[in-house]
């Protein structure tokens, strides 16, 4: 079977392993193999948290650099920091809302501008989404979904192994009830985004 | 089922009918003592954080003495502490099984160095089993423990962070009932290692390697994949690297790999019968050289002169974790295979993308009590000794204060030195848990030997930077747990013999700076202890928090609180500073900073709104 190698790269607190977990769990529902591989470097702390997931028959549990099929970013400057793990045939997806680093704050450093930013991607990879993820987990009605939305923005492009529906099937196993319905909405919004984008 | 490599580990050992578990927490290990530690409150699992790896070792050693199935686990440098018990273990041995895990970190992601503890196994004398993925992380387990009572030795469980952080898909088995209840049996001539007895038993710790050996040779976990003429040996994470290579470089038919899961003692008879079917052989393992330097002493031995490469050369190297991509351009070169290296994206002409380090919480106490030692110090030249837990992350300006660190424990004992030989101002810190750990033996030598510096205790009521887990100084009651001791930091200090004690609250600006001041200028060993929660901790046990605060047009733009605190709470909007009310936790330690009395906390009503 054909491997799809994913990385997802998101602020520790952004909910990017439980992303990862409904994947993960969509994969199991579809009978799909998968190895997934998490760096949380001290997450909670606001350090960077990367997860790769391999689908399909390979053994190897992470991604080398320049062999993602796709990169999901959470917050833009983060995607860019991972451009080197894509090629010239990866697909890119990231909000285009920033999370400061607090170096920005005190000096260290100027973040990127954005138009610059998404130009960069666009020159160096296949295809390029890109929307403020943050502004429709809002309008879903749970600030926090940010995750949601950007595996709608994921399902849409068809590129792994198994369909929109068998991961709101996930969403429902591995997300809160609370939440469930507001998680719906985000994927929803991040599908469309990503269908006119 | 979908399981964390730490989750299967866990699930391993019930299955296998572990009933005793110790630890000490550290990264990349401690998911599986945060799964035995829920699962012991639900069963007959005996579980308990010890106070450091030696002692979780030692406590674990006497259960499988008495008959009881013991698991410790520890990450690799913990490994070092544990050492001096582990070793001796080797010769007294055990009888129900032990197995000690090790969790190695290539490429330390959490870790200061990627030191590969294979070599305990071989100094030590005891064998080493290691998975290649999560379904066998489990399987292993089980196994392990069935190794340790056939040799009545423990067993080193090694592991890397890759295994223990990676996820798959796993199929459970049935789980056995735990025994919990055993007995000791006196037999002093074979159980204290007085020279004599020593002796006798080392004897007897080599004829377990022996036979060690020979069920090494059986191990279904030492396998062979294919049947060509060049030969991969590996272990470990590598194996899957390895084994996606030859399938993507289509060599199948040409290859032979031979997977060693249990890699110590080493199953000579069955390398030596590959290296003889072999023409070429390369060795694919993260870390040292460990299985490379046998191989070529087997066909060496062997009177076989095929080459056997790993590490030398322009191959692989025995820093940081292999990849995938690594694994296959290796193997093409080694075997003059034609390949092209998929092209990475180009990244040169990419704008700088600011560092997004990791940084201590808003609201941590640890700010709070850095910021307060350097008002203190002002104008003294110093030198901060540093210890381990996320107090290390002071290191980063503009706190700085982390000048030294060696390993846990090394504040209170390095500072010793530096008082005594430099004429700076020496102040240390150390973190509760790690006080507990192993700072208590640097500051009992600073009172006999005179030392003259300032011990600041940061004392959070938790193992914070591991993911908050207990320490014999912890209130277990706030966690509805009972029947546990509580020992007080302070008279534990004032029984040594420190003269100058003050215990401070840092959110309580000034008076910290005072009593900070009068303990640096105290002439000889004096310590502080900083007793606040964690902010973190707070909020996941729920405890009331305090209202947020925010920046009111008073502010003159100073930008003391963000220049000197830093706190993450912080970010700067048109110019202003201002304070996400979402992260602040109230601590107020940067209104009492402000010199405008400009930060002001959010009123009742507005909060309520939020
Ligand atoms: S987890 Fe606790 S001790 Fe660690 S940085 Fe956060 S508040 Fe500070």
Redesign the pocket.
């Known amino acids: 079977m054909d491997t799809t190698r994913l990385i997802i790269v998101a602020v520790g607190g952004q909910g990017n392993l439980l992303a990862s977990s409904v994947l993960g769990e969509a994969a199991l529902l579809s009978g799909i193999s998968l190895n997934m591989s998490e760096i949380h470097g001290m997450a909670?702390?606001g350090g960077v948290v990367e997860s790769s997931l391999v689908f399909g028959g390979a053994r190897s549990p992470i991604i080398a650099d320049g062999e993602a099929d796709v990169l999901v970013g959470f917050e833009p400057a983060e995607t860019l920091r991972a451009l080197g793990r894509c090629n010239q045939n990866t697909v890119v997806i990231t909000s285009l809302a920033p999370l400061m680093p607090f170096t920005v704050n005190i000096g260290q450093g100027v973040y990127p501008d954005l138009d610059e930013l998404q130009a960069q991607i666009r020159d160096r990879t296949a295809r390029l989404i890109a929307f403020n993820a943050a502004t429709l987990a809002r309008k879903s009605g749970n600030v926090l979904s940010v995750n949601m939305v950007l595996l709608g923005a994921l399902a849409q492009t068809d590129i792994l192994p198994f369909s929109a529906d068998t991961i709101k099937e996930a969403m429902k196993r591995k997300t809160k009830k609370a939440f469930l319905e507001s998680n719906l909405n985000a994927f929803d919004l991040g599908y469309q985004a990503a269908a006119g984008n | 089922m979908l399981l964390l490599g730490n989750e299967a580990i866990a699930r391993g050992a019930i299955e296998a009918g572990v009933a005793f578990a110790s630890t000490y927490p550290g990264t990349p290990s401690s998911e599986i003592s945060l799964n035995l530690f829920q699962m012991s409150h639900e069963s007959d699992l005996y579980f308990e954080y010890s106070t450091n790896e030696k002692v979780s070792i030692e406590v674990a050693a006497a259960a499988a003495k008495s008959g009881v199935r013991s698991m410790c686990m520890m990450k690799h440098v913990g490994l070092n502490v544990a050492a001096d018990p582990l070793i001796t273990l080797a010769y007294i041995g055990v009888k129900a099984g032990m197995v000690v895990i090790t969790a190695d970190d290539p490429f330390m992601f959490s870790s200061q160095n990627e030191q590969d503890n294979r070599y305990y196994a071989k100094l030590a004398g005891i064998p080493l089993v290691e998975p290649s993925s999560t379904q066998e992380a489990k399987d292993l387990i089980g196994y392990a423990f069935e190794l340790s009572e056939k040799l009545n030795e423990p067993v080193i469980f090694r592991t890397t962070t890759r295994i223990n952080h990676s996820s798959g898909i796993v199929e459970l088995g049935p789980i056995t009932p735990p025994v919990t209840r055993g007995d000791f049996t006196k037999d002093p001539l074979n159980l204290v290692p007085v020279p004599v007895v020593a002796r006798k038993l080392h004897v007897k710790l080599l004829k377990n390697l022996e036979t060690g050996r020979e069920l090494a040779e059986k191990s279904e976990y030492n396998f062979t994949r294919g049947d060509g003429p060049w030969g991969i040996i590996c272990n470990g994470v590598s194996y899957n690297y390895v084994d996606d290579a030859v399938r993507e470089l289509g060599i199948e038919d040409k290859t032979t790999v031979l997977r060693l899961g249990f890699s110590y003692p080493l199953p000579e008879d069955l390398i030596k019968g590959f290296l003889e079917k072999c023409e070429k052989v390369l060795v694919v393992e993260e870390g040292e050289p460990f299985l490379e330097e046998a191989t070529k002493a087997f066909a060496h031995e062997a009177s076989l002169s095929i080459p056997v490469n790993g590490k030398t050369g322009d191959l692989f190297s025995r820093l940081y974790e292999y990849n995938p991509a690594l694994v296959r351009k290796c193997i093409a070169q080694y075997f003059g295979l034609p390949y092209t290296e998929i092209k990475a994206t180009d990244v040169s002409g990419i704008p700088d993308i600011p560092q997004r380090p990791p940084t201590?919480?808003a609201?941590?106490?640890?700010r709070a009590t850095f910021y307060a030692v350097k008002k203190a110090a002002e104008g003294m030249e110093t030198i901060y000794p540093s210890d381990i837990g996320?107090y290390t992350?002071g290191l980063l300006p503009p706190l700085s204060t982390a000048d030294f660190l060696v390993c846990m424990g090394s504040s209170a004992g390095t500072a010793c030195g530096f008082a005594q030989v430099t004429d700076k101002k020496v102040i240390a810190f150390i973190g509760d848990s790690t006080f507990f750990h192993s700072g208590i033996p640097g500051l009992v030598n600073a009172v006999f030997n005179s030392h003259n510096y300032t011990l600041v205790i940061l004392d959070?009521g938790t193992t914070?930077?591991t993911g908050h887990q207990p320490h014999p100084g912890v209130d277990m009651t706030k966690l509805n747990l009972d029947g546990y001791g509580r020992i007080a930091i302070e008279p534990v200090v004032r029984a040594l013999g420190i003269q100058h004690v003050t215990t401070i609250k840092p959110y309580k600006v000034k008076k910290s700076i005072e009593a900070i001041r009068e303990a640096i200028l105290y002439d000889g060993v004096s310590v502080v202890i900083s007793e606040e929660i964690?902010?973190?901790?707070s909020k996941a046990i729920k405890e009331k928090q305090r209202r947020p605060f925010y920046v009111s047009d008073k502010c003159k733009d100073h930008k003391n609180c963000l220049m000197e605190l830093a706190c993450p709470a912080f970010y700067v909007w048109e110019d202003r500073v201002k304070i996400d009310p979402n992260m602040c936790t109230g601590c107020a330690v940067c209104a009492q900073v402000c010199p405008e009395n400009a930060i002001l906390p959010v009123k009742k009503e507005t909060a309520a709104a939020k």
């Open positions: 909670q702390r | 201590l919480c609201g941590c106490s640890h996320c992350l959070n914070a930077m964690c902010a973190l901790y």
